[in-house]
Structure formats: structure tokens, C-alpha cells
């Protein structure tokens, strides 16, 4: 696992061959069987592969047009009803304080990084997109006003193959019993 964990890298230029039925799949499997606080699973994932509404998508992403040479888009979106009864109206955005919503964030996270290793895995390169405001990217997928949408995956074949970015040592973020 460290190996993928050290190869992976956000890709940007993709080749315009699809991604097959049972590679997705297995993306989206590791998103499924990933952990979550008290097992509320609070992901949902819409999966885009038409290039009109990956291009609505890619609008919405601040016109980022690399985007659009993924032939699919996977957007992770967190949903606080799995962890809580929704009251009617209720409006999350990147504003939102309530605790449910953070934690199903994070869990939805813990989902994503499971699917991007997978793409590795399959061969697939990926990139997390999270550069869009809610009240933009809800109306063009559908998604309801208390879902949270977490980010977009572009998702395929790698056409490009990014040096690895500077980390940094372990003695710089890891502490011992206390801070």
C-alpha cells in the first residue's frame, strides 16, 4: 500500500480512452466499503461521463479546462442525513456549523482517499477538485440544499506522469505523547 501511496499523483491530462464498466466499479467498491464514525455511511456519488455535463461541471469548477480531458467525473457529496434526522429548509454551505455535517465530511473524505488509491490501482489517474461553491454545483447535478458536495474526481487513463511534490520530514509533524 505505501507504494501507491507514494506513486499516486493529481492528474491533470488524461488520455480519451473510457474507463471501463468494471474499473469504475472498483473505484466506486472502495468508496463503499470504506469506514465511517458509528458505520452512518454518508457518501453518495454520481457518476458523469457525458461530455455535456462533465462540461457544465467544469463551468462550475472555475472553468477549469483540464477537466475535461477525463472521459468521467465522480462527485463525492456527504450527507448529513445519514447521521442525523434533516429538519425542513435546511441550507449547508462552506459557512455551515453544524457538527453532523463535519463529521459526515469527514467520512466522505475517508471515502475519496479510498477511491484514489483504488484508481491507482486500476491504472486510473484522478484528481481532487474542490475548487466550486455548493450554491453553484447543486443546481447543475440536482443535488438537494442539504447535501454537501465534498468534490469532483475527474477519472481515467493518465497522459501525463507528475514528478512527486516536496513533503515534509517526519520530524516535522510527528510528536511524541503530548503536542
Same mark, same amino acid.
Given at each position: 500500500?505505501?507504494?501507491?501511496?507514494?506513486?499516486?499523483? !493529481?492528474?491533470?491530462?488524461?488520455?480519451?480512452?473510457?474507463?471501463?464498466?468494471?474499473?469504475?466499479?472498483?473505484?466506486?467498491?472502495?468508496?463503499?466499503?470504506?469506514?465511517?464514525?458509528?458505520?452512518?455511511?454518508?457518501?453518495?456519488?454520481?457518476?458523469?461521463?457525458?461530455?455535456?455535463?462533465?462540461?457544465?461541471?467544469?463551468? =462550475?469548477?472555475?472553468?477549469?479546462?483540464?477537466m475535461?480531458?477525463?472521459?468521467?467525473?465522480? $462527485?463525492?457529496?456527504?450527507? $448529513?442525513?445519514?447521521?442525523?434526522? /434533516?429538519?425542513?429548509?435546511?441550507?449547508?454551505?462552506?459557512n455551515?456549523?453544524?457538527?453532523?455535517?463535519?463529521?459526515?465530511?469527514?467520512?466522505?473524505?475517508?471515502? /475519496?482517499?479510498?477511491?484514489?488509491?483504488?484508481?491507482?490501482a486500476?491504472?486510473?489517474?484522478?484528481?481532487? =477538485?474542490?475548487?466550486?461553491?455548493q450554491?453553484?454545483?447543486?443546481?447543475?447535478l440536482? $443535488?438537494?440544499?442539504?447535501?454537501? =458536495?465534498?468534490?469532483?474526481?475527474?477519472?481515467?487513463?493518465?497522459?501525463?506522469?507528475?514528478?512527486?511534490?516536496?513533503?515534509?520530514?517526519? !520530524?516535522? $509533524? /510527528?510528536?511524541?505523547?503530548?503536542?
Amino acid at each position: 500500500m505505501i507504494e501507491s501511496i507514494q506513486h499516486r499523483r !493529481s492528474i491533470r491530462k488524461y488520455l480519451p480512452e473510457p474507463v471501463s464498466p468494471e474499473k469504475l466499479r472498483a473505484v466506486l467498491e472502495a468508496g463503499r466499503l470504506s469506514p465511517s464514525g458509528n458505520n452512518k455511511q454518508p457518501w453518495q456519488f454520481i457518476v458523469i461521463q457525458s461530455a455535456q455535463q462533465r462540461q457544465a461541471v467544469m463551468e =462550475v469548477c472555475h472553468n477549469q479546462t483540464w477537466m475535461m480531458t477525463a472521459p468521467a467525473f465522480i $462527485i463525492a457529496v456527504a450527507d $448529513i442525513a445519514a447521521r442525523v434526522e /434533516v429538519e425542513p429548509g435546511l441550507y449547508l454551505d462552506e459557512n455551515s456549523p453544524h457538527l453532523d455535517l463535519k463529521c459526515a465530511i469527514r467520512d466522505t473524505a475517508i471515502a /475519496v482517499g479510498s477511491m484514489l488509491l483504488e484508481a491507482y490501482a486500476q491504472g486510473l489517474g484522478t484528481c481532487w =477538485v474542490g475548487f466550486f461553491d455548493q450554491a453553484e454545483i447543486r443546481p447543475v447535478l440536482g $443535488i438537494p440544499d442539504d447535501k454537501y =458536495v465534498l468534490g469532483v474526481i475527474p477519472l481515467g487513463y493518465p497522459a501525463e506522469q507528475p514528478a512527486a511534490r516536496p513533503r515534509k520530514a517526519m !520530524s516535522e $509533524i /510527528v510528536r511524541a505523547e503530548t503536542w
